[in-house]
């Protein structure tokens, strides 16, 4: 059974810095892109950072124009961790954030956690 368990949410004043990990488990992931998605409230989902499994060597990895500059995703592949390092952070990047795994039509989606940023 696949789980994906986010950590790492909180409240943070605006510039200051939160670093989120995801614990994967269940499978071998090697050949998954791991992402991190957010939901504000009453908006929809979206996209924030990708990278595959090896990416902090490779340096294979995406980020949204949003949080490009400031937030940076790597991962452990010894541990089956990935962790997004939020820095600089915005009143703007309060949601909940969400950890994916994707390989073709799978996805797989943790339980979230909260990331609230004030002013």
């Known amino acids: 059974q696949v789980q994906l368990v986010e950590s790492g949410g909180g409240l943070v004043q605006a510039g200051g810095s939160l670093r989120l990990s995801c614990a994967a488990s269940?499978?071998?992931?090697?050949?998954?892109?791991m992402n991190w998605f957010r939901q504000a409230p009453g908006k929809e989902r979206e996209f924030v950072a990708a990278i595959r499994w090896g990416g902090s060597y490779t340096n294979y990895a995406n980020y949204a124009d949003s949080v490009k500059g400031r937030f940076t995703i790597s991962d452990d592949y010894t541990k089956n961790m990935v962790h997004l390092q939020m820095n600089s952070l915005k009143p703007e990047d309060t949601a909940v954030y969400y950890c994916?795994?994707?390989?073709?039509?799978?996805?797989?989606w943790g339980q979230g956690t909260q990331v609230t940023v004030s002013s």
């Open positions: 269940g499978r071998t992931f090697s050949t998954y892109t």
């Open positions: 994916a795994a994707d390989r073709g039509a799978e996805r797989y």
